[in-house]
């Protein structure tokens, strides 16, 4: 019977081919569109996360206890060879980086403003948040002497200052003095980190301990580790192995950045009901069409003992195939888009300024997840299915002798 | 032999709550034999497909009782109706009312489907009849390719396929020219005669009602005359 019903759908659907050509490709427009604007979003949502994570917080920060409320000197990571011991024994931990942090000002002849300092290893540093390829100008490198730093684009534009223009650094040392050091710049970096961009100057470890007079401790270790499904477990180790710091997951610093994966959660409910609509009123649209049109043969099946609910697989069918036939071509449309802008990226440079307020590259790579398929299959799934609910019940208070009767 | 169908006391008003009512059938009494050729006929408006239509579940009466092979018609619920058309009655049409995006084979065979037979008895059972009514050689059209004598026959197999007790056929020749009516009643009475089916067709064609081992007239819904022959 599914084969006589199917037979039905398709040649039903072929008789009145302009009408399902054209529901089938608002379907699968529709669909390619939000598949698009899903993908690329998703694809901003998670570079957004990304750069946050190697640049600034890997996926699990160690602070001094204290040290987020009141981030000074007096609050520092001492025990780090017990720490690094601890981090060193873990397989699953990639890369960590150990920072000193210290807010102060930096200077030019011509403007001064506020910045956080952070003294870095650049070879470790490099290493684990590829400051490489954060570079726009100049080196990654602090000279020989150590008396380079390297500073965010935005504030290096700020500052106006290019490769090889003096700067001074001043800022409070452990011993509650101010202390200043003259730095070249050295290189220009774009983490699209608005916090880093804007507002950070990195400068060798070693001049950093020699300006905040801190010959040991750190203010910050970020660890960068394989799989995500393990930072919670690793930041419980953490925690229960050194009580006395303070261990916060990225999405722990970052809230609004986890809100973003919270909103685009939601923002994929919204396409799937506007997906699910559209389904749903063109496959009604059409289906109801289509079976005032055919009453009559309807009607002929009815009386010749066709059960009600073997008319309704019938409908059912044909409005499946439309909806399927939609999603498939949507799909493939909405892949094949989304496969070239992973590869290749979308390049939304025109808008490069608004997106660096936002910490996203100009260029977006696309994401593709099997669930934008799968839940906009069960969204048009389940359009079928209601759309032909009236329809059928019209059919349902139609006699059979009636339905044969109607022209 | 017993009484295959009874009809008692059978009314069937259109419109009852409007001014105008229209009294399609009042009080029919029949009785008709189980391997009867009857047909109903009387000039249009007398409520002969009113009565098939009540006979056959496909409209309610408004009272009285229809009684098919000891099963009263006119309590059962649409399913039920349902399950009596697909089983035990056949039905032919005045406009064939054939599936349109259906082939041959395959609106002969959709009531088997609808029986749940298997798909190799279906083959069988379209080839047997097919050739019985000599339409093998259509099988493979669809239902607009074929003439209305042709579409007719399809129905016919369609019919009994469904290997019915009761055929019901209403005014299948009038859309027929004399040639093709005759055909089509040689296959009826070959289906009443060999396969003791009970046929109930209705018709004003003379040709066509002189054929009938019993014979109905109605007029104005009531049934003027009842006559059986030998």
């Known amino acids: 019977m599914f084969k006589t019903a199917t037979k039905i759908g398709i040649t039903s659907l072929l008789r009145r081919r302009t009408r399902s050509a054209l529901l089938i490709l608002m379907i699968a427009v529709s669909l390619w569109g939000l598949l698009f604007i899903e993908g690329i979003y998703d694809g901003m949502t998670e570079q957004m996360i990304a750069n946050a994570i190697r640049s600034d917080s890997g996926h699990i920060s160690i602070f001094a206890d204290g040290y987020r409320l009141n981030p000074d000197l007096s609050r520092w990571i001492e025990n780090t060879i017990e720490l690094d011991e601890f981090l060193n024994e873990r397989q699953q931990i990639k890369s960590t980086v150990a920072r000193l942090k210290q807010d102060g000002l930096v200077a030019t002849a011509h403007y001064s403003r506020g910045i956080a300092i952070l003294g870095i290893d650049l070879e470790r540093e490099a290493n684990h948040s590829h400051l490489e390829g954060y570079l726009r100008h100049g080196e990654l490198n602090f000279g020989e002497r150590q008396r380079g730093a390297i500073i965010g684009f935005k504030l290096a534009k700020k500052l106006k200052v290019a490769i090889g223009n003096k700067i001074i650094l001043s800022a409070q040392n452990s011993a509650g003095e101010m202390a200043s050091t003259a730095l070249k710049v050295k290189g220009i970096i774009k983490t699209h980190n608005m916090a880093f961009d804007e507002n950070a100057v990195f400068i060798a470890a070693a001049k950093a301990r020699e300006l905040l007079s801190m010959p040991t401790g750190i203010s910050q270790i970020a660890i960068s580790i394989a799989n995500e499904g393990e930072i919670a477990s690793l930041q419980q180790q953490l925690q229960e192995e050194f009580p006395n710091l303070t261990i916060k997951r990225w999405d722990e610093l970052y809230p609004a950045l986890q809100q973003s994966r919270v909103l685009m959660a939601g923002f994929k409910q919204v396409i799937n009901i506007i997906i699910f609509s559209i389904a749903a009123l063109g496959i009604f649209g059409v289906m109801l069409v289509s079976v005032l049109e055919r009453m009559r043969e309807f009607g002929i099946m009815l009386a010749i003992g066709t059960k009600f609910s073997q008319i309704g697989i019938i409908i059912l069918v044909e409005a499946s195939i439309l909806g399927c036939a939609g999603f498939g071509l949507g799909a493939l449309a909405g892949f094949s888009t989304l496969y070239y802008f992973k590869i290749y990226g979308l390049d939304l440079s025109v808008f490069s300024s608004a997106l660096d307020e936002f910490g996203l590259d100009a260029i977006t790579y696309a994401i593709i997840r099997p669930d934008y398929f799968f839940t906009a299959l069960a969204a048009i799934i389940l359009a079928s299915v209601f759309s032909i609910i009236i329809p059928l019940r019209i059919l349902k208070k139609t006699k059979p002798v009636d339905a044969i009767n109607a022209i | ?230």
């Open chain 2, 1 to 230: 032999m017993s009484d295959f169908l009874k009809i008692q006391q059978i009314n069937k008003t259109f419109q009852p709550d409007k001014e105008v009512r229209i009294e399609a059938l009042q009080d029919i009494n029949l009785e008709i034999e189980a391997g009867d050729f009857v047909v109903i006929s009387g000039p249009s408006g007398s409520g002969k497909t009113t009565l098939l239509n009540i006979v056959g579940g496909l409209e309610n009466a408004t009272g009285g009782t229809v009684i098919l092979d000891g099963q009263n018609v006119t309590g059962l619920a649409e399913k039920e109706l349902s399950h009596l058309r697909r089983n035990h009655i056949g039905f032919i049409f005045q406009a064939y009312n054939l599936i349109p995006v259906l082939n041959v084979r395959e609106n002969i065979e959709f009531i088997m489907k609808l029986q749940g037979t298997t798909q190799r008895a279906c083959d069988q059972g379209v080839e047997e009849i097919a050739k019985k009514l000599h339409i093998d050689d259509l099988l493979k059209k669809l239902p607009h390719q074929l003439s209305g004598g042709q579409q007719q026959r399809v129905a016919v197999a369609r019919a009994v396929a469904a290997e019915p007790k009761l055929i019901l056929a209403d005014e299948p020749t009038a859309n027929l020219d004399s040639q093709n009516a005759a055909t089509l009643m040689d296959m009826l009475e070959h289906l009443n005669q060999h396969e003791g089916i009970t046929i109930i067709f209705s018709s004003h064609d003379p040709m066509v009602i002189e054929r009938a081992k019993h014979s109905i007239v109605l007029k104005d819904g009531k049934v003027v005359s009842n006559e059986r022959f030998n």
